[in-house]
């Protein structure tokens, strides 16, 4: 049975960083492409970034570039999301998301998710 678990949410101020982690189990994890979404309180659900199964590619939204890291270590069955310089507009919902693909391709299902953390910036 394949559970993903985040981790490492909570308050923090506008400005500052914070990193979630996402332990998975169930699963041959170096085979799957990772990935962070969030949903914000009324909003869709966004794609933050997504990272391949060696961590060689990475992909982020528009609305996190330059800001947010995704990275992994294979060894610990463990993906992370580095988020710096947060703003209150990134308050949200965070799921770890897993894609029985080596890497992430446009508009293909999410295989599992996690169950979510919560992540609130105050300005």
């Known amino acids: 049975q394949v559970q993903l678990v985040e981790s490492g949410g909570g308050l923090v101020q506008a400005g500052g960083s914070m990193r979630l982690s996402c332990a998975a189990s169930?699963?041959?994890?170096?085979?799957?492409?990772m990935g962070w979404f969030r949903q914000a309180p009324g909003k869709e659900r966004e794609l933050v970034g997504t990272i391949s199964w060696s961590g060689g590619s990475t992909y982020y939204g528009d609305s996190v570039k330059g800001r947010f890291t995704i990275s992994r270590d294979n060894a610990k069955n463990t993906v992370y999301l580095q988020m710096n310089s947060l703003k209150p507009e990134d308050t949200a919902d965070y799921y770890c998301?897993?894609?029985?693909?080596?890497?992430?391709?446009?508009?293909?299902?999410?295989?599992?998710w996690g169950q979510g953390t919560q992540v609130t910036v105050s300005s």
């Open positions: 169930g699963m041959i994890f170096s085979s799957y492409a």
């Open positions: 998301a897993a894609w029985s693909s080596s890497y992430y391709y446009i508009d293909v299902p999410v295989d599992y």
